[in-house]
């Protein structure tokens, strides 16, 4: 009895024993995959990284940069696009015009109102419909019937549709080379669109061309970018604004500048001595530029590699997808979140919006991160990898944030308000006087998501140091570059314009 008992014992203590050691590795292994997660989040934020030399730097770049654009056509990645606007609205425009909007993800209709007076702009009517993924790949005719088409049915509820001829501002959100102010040609297609065979066709007359094929008495008479747009948006309301960026699905600036500096153009033709360039800021690009391996792989299987890298750094269309790699690579490299999903591997599946609602989850166990990361097919993770998750949407929109506002102040330097005293590259002697300067914003990813707004207008701060950024206001504003289409071509509008509706 007493040799079984110890024997009994015996045997116990061996089972404890390997239990616990089984525990124990797990536990070690445990450890282990989760210092993985942490080296790997380590590893981001170090290639994230913007102390403020690397933005100083890269002010510098874009004002170079922006300068060499100017100089001779193919002279920078920036593109540096004349408009042919001259003239932006000051309040004074009378009429009834109408824009048609094509963004990345959304298009709109609106119809304005104007009758001389700043305070009695009057936005009558305005419809916003999501793209379908579809239209995006599908040929210039589908994409132009399916906006003439809408553009009827909006006519049409208005009762009195063959009674009057219509002028149109066109917000076209793509580069375009202008020929004119109400025509130009399609340079490339951005942000997921791939329509072929448009690139070098006129968009107004495609667009023309679908209106006339259904009857409608509406002449395109604007073709406008929406940084353009959101630009006379901002003039309109303020004349302090010189500049105007968009951050939404895609990204890119404008401003006004001297005709004399345009030197690529013999003969701009202006009568107010400067013009608004279309800078295609997506396109920037800078050894300085915190570049990680996910944005390599992003960049390499999209659908325009080695093109448009700052936007795929700062854009809403891309913010997603950088996290959703950062999070696939470590549940690559740990089974902290669980079987490798199906769904997270699926380019584009994290939306930037979805991004944003995680970074602002304020909930005490992040139950709108654990919503999202479900819907990605990531189920149960503990609070602790919820939190590592928030920490890489935090990682990711910083960085975008921080360059977007280097951006911003390369553009105040290039035309002399950054407060350095100097004005395209070259420094004055004297003591530059600080004049008030709006850069208007427009765009769902500065409008929607509080995070980035905060981050930016800090990295503006920092940048430009507490008494310059005083002179310096960011203003948002919603549906701006569709409004400031309208107000533009009302003010372009030399002949007599259509009577209200
Ligand atoms: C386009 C620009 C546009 C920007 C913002 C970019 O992809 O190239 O023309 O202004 O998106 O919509």
């Not at 590795?25 to 942490?38: A, D, L, P, Q, T």
């Amino acid at each position: 009895m007493g040799k079984v008992l110890v024997m009994l014992t015996a045997v116990a203590a061996v089972v404890a024993c390997s239990v616990a050691t089984v525990m124990v590795r797990r536990r070690m292994k445990r450890r282990r995959k989760w210092r993985k997660v942490v080296g790997i989040l380590k590893d981001l934020e170090e290639a994230c990284e913007t102390p403020l030399g690397r933005l100083r730097q890269m002010v510098d770049a874009v004002a170079v940069e922006m300068q060499a654009g100017l100089v001779s056509e193919g002279g920078s990645k920036l593109k540096m696009l004349l408009t042919f606007v001259d003239d932006l609205p000051n309040g004074s425009e009378r009429g009834t015009y109408y824009a048609l909007h094509l963004g990345g993800s959304y298009f709109r209709i609106i119809r304005v109102h104007l009758s001389g007076q700043r305070s009695s702009l009057d936005v009558q009517d305005i419809e916003r419909h999501s793209i379908p993924t579809s239209l995006m790949n599908s040929t210039s005719e589908v994409l132009f019937d399916f906006l003439a088409s809408s553009l009827q049915r909006f006519i049409e509820k208005e009762g009195n549709s063959q009674a009057v001829k219509r002028e149109l501002a066109f917000t076209f959100s793509f580069p375009v080379k202008q020929t004119s102010i109400s025509s130009g040609v399609l340079i490339k297609w951005t942000k997921g669109f791939a329509i072929s065979e448009m690139a070098g066709e006129d968009i107004s007359e495609c667009l023309q061309g679908a209106l006339n094929k259904r009857g409608l008495d509406i002449r395109v008479a604007a073709l406008v970018n929406d940084t353009v747009g959101a630009l006379s948006f901002g003039h309109y309301h303020d004349p302090d604004t010189i500049a105007a960026v968009v951050f939404g699905t895609g990204s890119n600036a404008c401003y006004l500048e001297r005709t004399d500096a345009i030197i690529k153009c013999q003969n701009p033709r202006t009568t107010s001595g400067s013009m608004v360039v279309n800078m295609e800021w997506g396109n920037f690009w800078s050894s300085r530029l915190p570049r990680t391996s996910y944005d390599l792989e992003l960049d390499a299987e999209s659908m325009n590699s080695n093109d448009m890298g700052f936007e795929k750094m700062i854009g809403g269309m891309y913010l997603g997808d950088i996290v959703r790699r950062v999070i696939l690579r470590m549940s690559q490299e740990s089974d902290i979140f669980g079987p490798i999903s199906s769904i997270l591997s699926t380019p584009f599946v994290l939306r930037t919006n979805s991004v944003s609602a995680m970074h602002e989850d304020d909930t005490p166990e992040l139950q709108e991160v654990a919503k999202i990361l479900k819907e990605l097919g990531v189920s149960e993770v503990p609070l602790k990898v919820r939190k590592l998750v928030v920490k890489i949407c935090d990682v990711v929109t910083r960085r975008a944030a921080r360059l977007a506002a280097a951006g911003i102040t390369g553009i105040l330097k290039k035309v002399g308000r950054d407060g350095s005293g100097g004005e395209g590259g070259r420094k004055r002697s004297h003591k530059q006087i600080m004049r008030r300067t709006v850069v208007a914003v427009e765009g769902g990813l500065y409008l929607n998501y509080k995070m980035f707004r905060e981050y930016m207008d800090e990295a503006l701060g920092d940048i430009l140091g507490g008494k310059v950024a005083k002179h310096v206001v960011i203003k948002a504003m919603e549906d701006g570059s569709s409004i400031g289409s309208a107000l533009l071509l009302a003010s372009s509008h030399s002949v007599q314009t259509i009577p209200s509706v």
